[in-house]
């Protein structure tokens, strides 16, 4: 693989006038950012429907895709939005994403273009291509005339029809727009790389259209549910609730689901990166009622049967394997095995165990380097919080030794430490780049509220010097050949 840096940055934080960044203009001049700087890859986060906490982690179902990303503007040059439609949509803040406001009233605006728009024979044909897509848009639509309630409540066997319409044409339009970002993303050589979660929800056309995938009672309600032992993040752990894979009867058939899966992943993305990749080697489970999840079990998972069945349905697709938590040399060994890049986070190597994996002295060429991940605080504040024993020792061996440690200087001797690593990719998020504090952090494990709701602006962004870090990049030799040039 070659050598090669980005920027992790959700689309909902790009900037825009519409309470959310979306696949419109401010979506390609970040392109024209990462280009400039000698970036080669952009990571996002997952693109399903978020759940009511706005957790991309969390959906309705893995084959979903969140409207909030579509792009206003387009629909409005089409004729499928009015510009009284369009200044009424506008935002109060730049800084946030408003979710509350989204909920109220994005879905009822989009309905107002689905209705407008004439359905032509690609249209159908893309469903005719997407049946899990298309299952989940008839969930979504037997959910709004059951009053919202999850499906194992419902009592009507009928569906919404205005509700699937809307579902359907937001799939659609979603693919298009996006499809077109990405296409200009690749022009200029940035790469994208997704991120899909391991596990879904159990109220979800997932779990409803295939029931027998998972471990279920008869009712439908899981019987062990996945979770993680207490960690770094919790001293409970984490009880996140997701129905368990059967994955005895997953393999049977071949892992058609996850090959379904990985397929419109790859449609999507470049390159995927596999959240809570250790679950395929052994996944911790729950009782359902369990208060937290200190008493959960481990068991074995499917492994290389199902990363054969994954690489073989992603095709050219790159997989990134998300290896942190609790590593067992089981894991190691089917990362190892699997050729997938594993993960290092610069934020936990500095335990002053000199043997520490995520120390950048033991990186291995084949990862995925990171200051920290959407998950942590800002690479800022992380420094701000040490006791000044360890800043110092972490500072001093980024090469800063200096006593006057907050400034930018410090921190970007961070950022060109990880850049002179081994590592084949390195990833900041871009809340790094711009030296921000712990208020933009992206997501509090553990915590539901006030969370993903981050954003910047344009003028943020064109306060960062591109040519700075276009320099590193290429001090480094991760600047990919520019396409016009290429031989």
């Known amino acids: 693989m070659e050598r090669r840096s980005g920027v992790l940055l959700h689309i909902s934080s790009l900037w825009g006038d519409y309470s959310c960044g979306t696949f419109g203009k401010a979506g390609r001049k970040f392109v024209d950012f990462l280009h400039s700087s000698g970036f080669c890859c952009w990571q996002v986060l997952p693109f399903c429907l978020p759940d009511v906490f706005s957790s991309p982690y969390s959906s309705y179902s893995a084959f979903s895709v969140n409207p909030n990303f579509i792009d206003l503007e387009q629909l409005c040059d089409v004729g499928l939005l009015s510009a009284e439609e369009l200044s009424a949509a506008k935002q109060k803040s730049p800084y946030v994403c408003e979710f509350d406001r989204l909920s109220a009233e994005r879905f009822a605006l989009l309905q107002k273009a689905s209705d407008r728009m004439t359905r032509g024979a690609d249209f159908y044909e893309f469903f005719e291509s997407h049946t899990h897509t298309e299952k989940f848009c008839e969930f979504m639509a037997r959910r709004a005339a059951n009053g919202g309630k999850d499906f194992r409540e419902w009592d009507f066997d009928g569906f919404d029809e205005k509700v699937y319409e809307t579902w359907r044409f937001i799939c659609y339009v979603f693919i298009r727009q996006w499809k077109d970002l990405k296409s200009y993303a690749n022009e200029k050589n940035i790469k994208i790389i997704g991120d899909i979660p391991i596990y879904v929800a159990a109220d979800s056309a997932d779990v409803w259209e295939s029931p027998g995938q998972f471990l ?233 509220e006030g969370n993903w709701g981050w954003r910047f602006t344009e003028e943020q962004l064109n306060g960062l010097d591109r040519n700075y870090l276009r320099d590193g990049n290429g001090l480094y030799g991760r600047i990919a050949e520019d396409p016009a040039t290429e031989k």
């Open 216 to 448: 279920l009672d008869a009712r439908k309600r899981p019987t062990r549910v996945a979770g993680v032992p207490p960690d770094y993040f919790s001293a409970n752990g984490q009880l996140w609730g997701n129905p368990i894979y059967d994955w005895k009867k997953m393999s049977a058939d071949g892992f058609a689901w996850w090959r379904d899966r990985i397929a419109f992943m790859a449609e999507l993305f470049d390159c995927v990166r596999i959240d809570h990749f250790r679950g395929i080697e052994s996944y911790y489970s729950c009782e359902p009622d369990a208060p937290d999840a200190r008493d959960g079990i481990w068991s074995k998972g499917p492994g290389m049967k199902l990363i054969n069945a994954l690489r073989e349905a992603a095709g050219g697709c790159e997989l990134i394997a998300e290896d942190l938590g609790i590593i067992t040399p089981e894991v190691k060994a089917l990362v190892e095995k699997s050729s997938c890049p594993g993960m290092r986070v610069f934020q936990f190597g500095f335990d002053g165990d000199s043997g520490n994996a995520h120390l950048p002295y033991n990186y291995p060429k084949n990862c995925v380097a990171y200051t920290g991940t959407h998950d942590n605080n800002t690479l800022l504040w992380f420094i701000w919080e040490l006791d000044g024993e360890t800043r110092g020792r972490i500072l001093s061996y980024c090469g800063f030794e200096r006593p006057d440690w907050n400034c930018r200087e410090a921190y970007y001797s961070v950022i060109r430490t990880m850049l002179s690593s081994v590592a084949d990719t390195v990833i900041f998020p871009l809340q790094d780049l711009l030296l921000y504090g712990a208020d933009t952090r992206m997501n509090r494990p553990g915590v539901s």
